[in-house]
């Protein structure tokens, strides 16, 4: 992003919770923004909150690679260009662990958590690569622990590795890589409210703060977890 130039970040999962702060945060420092996720309506809303001469919605399945195609397509004939990927879109399982679990919902997981990240990737790094971009990926701190029978974490295991792979993939092409790790986040990701979890705008900060560092310095890693209660 240049000062004569704004950026343009695409984000995925943008209609709401971490997407939705992100893209906030970023508009309030002069990026453009193309935001995609399902829910159209949500993302209306956004541009319309955003301002539509800075941001666009894009409506997309992240498990499907047409779809994804077709976003950054519509990015590009937006903007013209692609500077930074936040690959944020992902979705939870059922309870049962593998024991009790229902497998259609790991089909689901895997295929938005995992294919999801890795198609969004696919149909954007040719222009991150020309732009000596930044990509971002939202892991988890499920993807450094092991949780008991837990299908969510073993997707977030993959998408670390997406990170750390990709990483090297990139090497020497001037293109930063992120994983974005936050511990449990109040989102509508949760049926109910979790009062002690991080809110969206505390990760969307972290997404900030790696984005606005200089061109020589990579942030890897940001896990962010939610200061434990007063006891």
Same mark, same amino acid.
């Not at 020497?172 to 974005?180: A, D, E, K, N, W």
């Given at each position: 992003?240049?000062?004569?130039?704004?950026?343009?970040?695409? +984000?995925? $999962?943008?209609?709401?919770?971490?997407? #939705?702060?992100?893209?906030?945060?970023? *508009? /309030? %420092? =002069?990026?453009? @923004?193309?935001?995609?996720?399902?829910?159209?309506?949500?993302?209306?809303?956004?541009?319309?909150?955003?301002?539509?001469?800075?941001?666009?919605?894009?409506?997309?399945?992240?498990?499907?690679?047409?779809?994804?195609?077709?976003?950054?397509?519509?990015?590009?004939?937006?903007?013209?260009?692609?500077?930074?990927?936040?690959?944020?879109?992902?979705?939870?399982?059922?309870?049962?662990?593998?024991?009790?679990?229902?497998?259609?919902?790991?089909?689901?997981?895997?295929?938005?958590? +995992?294919? $999801?990240?890795?198609?969004?990737?696919? #149909?954007?790094?040719?222009?991150?690569? *020309? /732009? %000596? =971009?930044?990509? @971002?990926?939202?892991?988890?701190?499920?993807?450094?622990?092991?949780?008991?029978?837990?299908?969510?974490?073993?997707?977030?295991?993959?998408?670390?590795?997406?990170?750390?792979?990709?990483?090297?993939?990139?090497?020497?092409?001037?293109?930063?890589?992120?994983?974005?790790?936050?511990?449990?986040?109040?989102?509508?990701?949760?049926?109910?409210?979790?009062?002690?979890?991080?809110?969206?705008?505390?990760?969307?900060?972290?997404?900030?703060?790696?984005?606005?560092?200089?061109?020589?310095?990579?942030?890897?890693?940001?896990?962010?977890?939610?200061?434990?209660?007063?006891?």
């Amino acid at each position: 992003m240049t000062e004569t130039e704004p950026g343009v970040l695409l +984000i995925t $999962g943008a209609s709401s919770g971490i997407g #939705a702060e992100t893209a906030r945060a970023a *508009a /309030a %420092r =002069g990026w453009r @923004l193309a935001l995609a996720a399902r829910s159209l309506d949500k993302l209306n809303d956004l541009v319309a909150e955003l301002g539509p001469d800075r941001a666009c919605a894009i409506a997309c399945d992240v498990s499907d690679w047409d779809d994804q195609q077709r976003m950054a397509a519509a990015a590009l004939e937006r903007f013209g260009r692609i500077d930074a990927v936040f690959a944020n879109a992902g979705t939870g399982g059922e309870p049962g662990g593998f024991s009790g679990a229902p497998p259609e919902s790991w089909r689901r997981m895997v295929d938005v958590n +995992i294919l $999801g990240v890795a198609y969004t990737l696919r #149909a954007t790094l040719e222009h991150v690569k *020309a /732009a %000596r =971009g930044h990509v @971002l990926i939202t892991s988890s701190i499920a993807g450094r622990r092991v949780l008991a029978g837990s299908m969510y974490a073993a997707t977030k295991w993959a998408v670390s590795a997406i990170g750390y792979g990709l990483r090297e993939e990139l090497r020497g092409t001037g293109v930063r890589v992120t994983l974005i790790e936050p511990g449990m986040v109040d989102t509508p990701f949760f049926d109910a409210a979790k009062p002690d979890a991080l809110r969206p705008g505390d990760v969307a900060r972290s997404v900030i703060y790696a984005l606005e560092q200089p061109p020589g310095v990579d942030v890897h890693e940001l896990v962010i977890l939610p200061t434990p209660p007063l006891t």
